[in-house]
Each structure stands twice: as C-alpha cells, then as structure tokens.
C-alpha cells in the first residue's frame, strides 16, 4: 500500500526511529510496525486481518478515517486517499480497493474533552 502523510513533519517522525522515539517514546517501535505492516499490505482488507492492529472505521466527527491499535488507547489514524474514494453499493468504503493511505495522527480520540 502507498502511504501518504498529513504533513512533512508528521513523515519525517514517522520514518525515523531516532525522531519517533522523541515525539512519542515507548510508541515508536510500535509506530513503525504498523507502518511496515501497511506497506506490506496490498489493500486496507488485508490489514483488518491483523487481530493485533485491530483496524477498523471510525464514527462521528471522525468518520471517513480509520486506525489501527499501538498501545493502550494510542492509535494510528489514517484516511484512504483516492480520488474519487472507492465505494460500495451500499454507500460503505470499499477497503478492498483501498491501496493509497494518508497518515493524520498518532492519537488517543477515547479522551474525553473536559468542560
């Protein structure tokens, strides 16, 4: 799969060990696994076969992207970068046909805002 990031920063992170490790610590080797994972990967259906990245389409204010697990409640947040996005019939993305990817975030969206 191809993979795209939000920003040159955000790549630059990613793609190093030494710059991952100072951004998000105990992260980092789990950070690029899954990227090595995603890359491996011909389409976004292959990686949800990976119990332990968990990959799955998020809901709400977040819907359209997806993420995988890292550790705890840290996830990889991504969303399928076509144009136009491949879908179902019914409306559904259509992961199968899913190989380019851009990377939005390392994330914990389960924190609840306190007002």
């Not at 799969?1 to 710059?19: G, P, Q, T």
């Not at 991504?78 to 939005?104: A, C, Q, S």
Request: with cysteine; proline share 6%.
């Amino acid at each position: 799969m191809l993979i795209y990031y939000k920003s040159k920063a955000l790549e630059k992170d990613c793609n190093s060990f030494e710059r991952s490790t100072k951004r998000w610590g105990e992260l980092a080797p789990k950070i690029h696994q899954r990227l090595y994972e995603l890359k491996a990967t011909n389409n976004l259906a292959m990686v949800s076969t990976l119990p332990p990245a968990r990959c799955h389409e998020l809901t709400g204010n977040r819907k359209g992207q997806f993420s995988v697990t890292l550790l705890g409640p840290q996830r990889l947040v991504f969303e399928p970068y076509h144009d136009p996005l491949p879908l179902k019939e019914d409306g559904g993305v259509d992961i199968r046909k899913v190989t380019i990817i851009r990377i939005l975030e390392v994330a914990n969206y389960h924190e609840r805002k306190r007002t």
